[in-house]
């Protein structure tokens, strides 16, 4: 049972705010600022940086199910993780890679770029729904990748992440999974669910700060590929570990996915990552989920009940998350009216898009949906 009340105290933005965007950019909890705080002070007076360097990592790969931390690189966003993927995958002539016309941006443009040479295929939405029998037409032998979100950013829809991944593995293709929209809030089990790479962002329901995030390689494709990025974090530690000169006559990269990192990565953020996640686990994401589907659950019927047209899918109700979109008239205008009386939520698709976490209230729906 969650004491709203006890775990409302740790986000200070709820004594003056509705905020429910967390789709878009999360407000950091008090852990995670002090965590940052205590960092940057320590730092500034003795230039050490103390504590355990993996230790984000290791929540991370707690978080998604992964069998170890060295499943796991530091990456400083999303759209880090997915170029590397798309970059260093093979690309024979006349590949293609599936997706679907719901996407955010990031998950397609690093395969629209012409030095990767590959046919872009968009699985076409049903009602704001991506039908597996419709991503079965259009993945073939030549497919290497299917690439999705596991939550769409628009209207919620959530993807069945083992059956897309046994549709790619049946044809050699692999599966890539952005997390940023269910990293956090949803549950994730990278190995029950077969997962090739999933990256994903802190920002958002993650509650960490921006310049944090990870790349999750299955164990057994780490040392498939060579990183399309190289610098002095890929490679082996005991290249490194000695007061010698640094062997650069001969590349030895990492045999983790440590070999997917370039360089420094942004410390005080991923001591707030480090923080939010520790935030995350304690309440525990099976948690999370019930109650923000509950939540979500109230909007749908008051939006229902007004007679606006939900751009989110009910049913089934595997398919929810944490977003939901109803169409109204002059979202724009509506979104920043909201914003004057500290409500904040987000136009998107000619729609209005919430997003609520944990902490969120019942009341709160209800005033949202009082004051629209």
Aim: with cysteine; charged share 25%.
């Amino acid at each position: 049972m969650i004491d709203i009340r006890r775990l409302r105290e740790q986000f200070p933005i709820t004594k003056s705010k509705v905020f429910m965007n967390h789709a878009g950019q999360s407000p950091l909890p008090k852990p995670a600022l002090e965590a940052m705080q205590k960092f940057m002070n320590e730092f500034s007076a003795t230039g050490i940086m103390s504590g355990d360097p993996d230790e984000p990592k290791k929540l991370f790969a707690r978080l998604i199910g992964a069998g170890t931390h060295e499943e796991i690189a530091f990456v400083e966003n999303t759209s880090m993780g997915l170029n590397i993927v798309a970059q260093m995958l093979n690309r024979p002539l006349g590949a293609n890679v599936v997706t679907t016309d719901l996407e955010y941006p990031s998950v397609v443009y690093p395969w629209l770029g012409s030095r990767i040479g590959v046919e872009v295929r968009y699985v076409k939405n049903v009602e704001g729904k991506i039908l597996l029998s419709d991503v079965e037409k259009l993945v073939d032998d030549k497919t290497i990748a299917v690439a999705v979100s596991h939550v769409e950013y628009v209207n919620g829809f959530r993807h069945d992440l083992r059956a897309l991944a046994d549709i790619a593995h049946d044809h050699g293709a692999y599966l890539i999974v952005d997390a940023i929209q269910s990293a956090g809030v949803m549950p994730i089990d990278v190995r029950r669910d077969n997962v090739d790479f999933l990256t994903t962002a802190c920002y958002k329901w993650l509650l960490g700060p921006a310049g944090a995030g990870f790349l999750y390689v299955r164990h057994d494709l780490i040392q498939e590929f060579e990183p399309p990025l190289i610098g002095w974090a890929s490679v082996k530690p005991e290249v490194f570990e000695t007061l010698d000169l640094w062997e650069i006559r001969n590349l030895k990269l990492a045999e983790t996915a440590t070999r997917f990192e370039v360089g420094t990565p942004s410390f005080h953020s991923l001591v707030g990552a480090a923080a939010a996640l520790k935030l995350l686990l304690d309440v525990k994401i099976s948690t999370i989920e019930k109650r923000v589907l509950a939540l979500t659950q109230r909007l749908i019927e008051a939006v229902k009940n007004r007679g606006c047209r939900l751009q989110t899918p009910q049913e089934p109700v595997e398919c929810r998350s944490g977003v939901v979109n109803f169409l109204i008239d002059k979202p724009g205008e509506r979104v920043e009216r909201l914003g004057k009386k500290g409500i904040i939520v987000s136009a998107r698709a000619h729609g209005i898009r919430v997003s609520p976490h944990f902490y969120n209230t019942e009341e709160e729906i209800d005033k949202l949906i009082d004051e629209l």
